[in-house]
Structure formats: C-alpha cells, structure tokens
C-alpha cells in the first residue's frame, strides 16, 4: 500500500506531446513530483487523445482522467460569457458536466493537494477546501493580451480589450481561492495586479538538454527559429523574420523555421532557403544543424523554452530585451539583444564576422542556462510548496 500523499493536477491540456509551452512544464513537473507523490492527472482537452499518449503519463500518474471539450458547449460559452465579466480564456476551458465530474473524482481521490496550472483551470477546484490548492498562474495572461492588442483594430481591438480587462480582473480576483501561487518569471510576476503579489513564489522552467554528442548533422541551417507557429507572438516572429530581417542578408544565408502548427500563409514562404518544417520528432537535429538562433519576440510573455534549449545546444541566441527580462541573461556576453531589424541584421553579421564573440556567446550562454534552469532545480522550489 502506498504511503506517498495524493497529489491531483489539474490542466487545461493534456501535456503529452510536448509541443506546446505549458505541457512541457506541466511534463516534467508531473515526472519529477512522481517520486514523492501520487498524482492523479485531471485535464480538459479540445483534441483526440489517444491510448499510445494516456500511456505515457501513466507512468508516472497512479491515474489519469480526460474530459473531452465538447465543441458546441464551447461555443455557447464564449457566446453567453459575452454578457459577463468572466475571461474568454476561462470561458473556453469550462463545462459544467466536467466540473461535476471532476467533483466526483476528487470526493473519491480525497487528496491532499491540488495543483492548477493557468487560471483555465481554476473553476474547476477554487471552491475545493478539504486541502490546500497552489495556482501555477505561469504567464500573466492580461499583459499578454494587452501587448497583442496594439496592432489589431476595430472589433478585434475592442474584443482583445474588453479580454485584456476582464483577465486582469480576474487574475486578482482568483488570486484569493488559493493558498498558494507560482509563476515562471519576476517580469510576469509584476504584471499580476494584487497587493499580495510578492507571495507569488517564482517557478521558472527548466531545459531540455540535448546531449551534443548525440548529433552529428552539418551546420546545414544559418538562421533558426522555433516555436509553436500557432501562437500568435510567435507567427509574428516568423514573418518578421522572412520580411524584416531576410531582406537585408545575403541572398545564400539559410533559414529553418521549425515547430507545430505553421499557418497556410506562412508555409507559402517556404523555399530552398527559407524553410518552414511543420511538426519535428528530435527538435535537438534543428539545434544541431544550426549555426545562430535567433527570437524577434515582441509580443507574449513568460520563459521561452527554445533559447533555453538553444543556448543549452552552445548556439549563440539573439533576441528582444522584452524575451531576455524573465530570461535575464548578460548583454554581450551570454546572449545578443536587438530590438529592431536593423539591430538584428547588426548582431547576425557580428556573429558571422567575429569567431571570437561566437564562441563567448556560444560559452557563456551555455553554462548560465546549464547553471540557473535545470529541472531539478525548478521543479524543487515546487516541492517545496507542498506538504511533506
């Protein structure tokens, strides 16, 4: 019988593949807390999830419970929450069966902490009090919505800003059914509107290292970009990539966008030198192939998991000042920051010209993501939130 507490996590996606920044989060802390707890998984999902995918986290899940989103209930929500205060965000992840559903499991799982990732989740178990809960907020999702909102115009402004209120009310306001709360950086921390906001405890993510000794590609790839293309500060990247920065470089230079979901106007740029690779099984054989990453995020907000990884591989990495402050890395010395795309073209040619400043970046980037994000590391400050 086993004497191990009884975790249950609840998500709004099943983190199995690892395509998407919360599910790999939610992978590792899931597989890291298994040794000292048992975890029952609860998670929503508007996908098809398979018996191959369910079989990964039962490895390290005692079990697993998939409540499948049904499409026009979702509709009907966003409709009716048009005439609330309730974010679309949560919205969308909510059904009132599931969450009868999910009272029921937890009635009979009796647990002894419940952990939420993202306020998409947090109707499910605010108002849960046999146990302590933590609500992983991981981004703030307000000050993502704020930033999105500047380009657009018309109805689809007063939508995102009618979203990028109700979020910031709502994420003080769940701030108060938890007993405790974690975010993935001190940026994303700031952004959350409650007086108590310096309780929040810092939870970054780790990295996924890829061994490399374990690749022996060519330096195939001069430029690299990767990322989920269905989201949208990173589709944004993509193209700023292929009409703001390209121009201005050799006509040879190569490029290799790669990550899920790559929209149809975005695959239509696709050539011999520019090229867009949809789903990748080893994203380690991009890195390998690669000789400089480079990340013009100017939206979005939270750690972004590929400069760790790249910079983790020795790539030297150049990105925005906005996407190195919850990464915090040296200036010109772990990492290059550029800001425009004449700032961009300025630090690929520094990098292509000067072997030296390679090499420190490629050094120096390496050891400061190898020394500070770890999952070990990451996932103990966790721990350290739960009961013993």
Known sequence: MSHKKKLVVCLSRFPYPLD????????????????????????????TINSEKIKVLTEFCKEVHVFQLNRWKILWNLWIHIFTNKPFQVAYFYQF???????IVLDEIQPDFIYSQLIRTSEYVKNYHACSKTLDYMDAFSKGIERRMISKKGIVRWIFKQEYQRLLHYERQIFEYFENHTIISEQDRSF??????????????????YKEEDYTEDKQVDLLFTGNMGYPPNMEAAFF??????????TQTRFLIAGVNPPTNLKKLASQ???????????GVCYAKSKIFIAPMFIGTGLQN????????????????????????????EILIANSPEEFVHQITKLQNDSELYKR??????????????????????????PN
């Open 97 to 103: 069966s599931i969450h009868q559903k999910i009272k």
């Open 361 to 386: 970046i490629s050094q120096q980037g390496k050891k400061y993501v190898r020394a500070h994000f770890s999952w070990e590391k990451c996932n103990e400050l966790l721990t350290n939130l739960l």
């Open 192 to 209: 959350i509107a409650h007086p108590k906001q310096k309780e929040i405890v810092i939870v970054p993510n780790g990295v996924t290292y």
């Open 241 to 250: 990539i292929y009409h703001k920065i390209r121009p201005h470089l050799s």
């Open 20 to 47: 998407k920044g919360d599910k790999l989060r939610a992978f590792h802390q899931i597989k890291h807390l298994a040794t000292n707890y048992e975890i029952y998984l609860l998670c929503t999902t508007d996908k």
């Open 306 to 333: 590929k400069l760790l990884e790249a910079m983790a591989m020795g790539i030297p990495c150049i990105t925005t000042t906005l996407a190195n402050k919850a990464l915090n890395a040296t200036p010109d010395t």
């Open 273 to 283: 030198t520019f090229q867009v690779s949809g789903w990748v099984e080893d994203m």
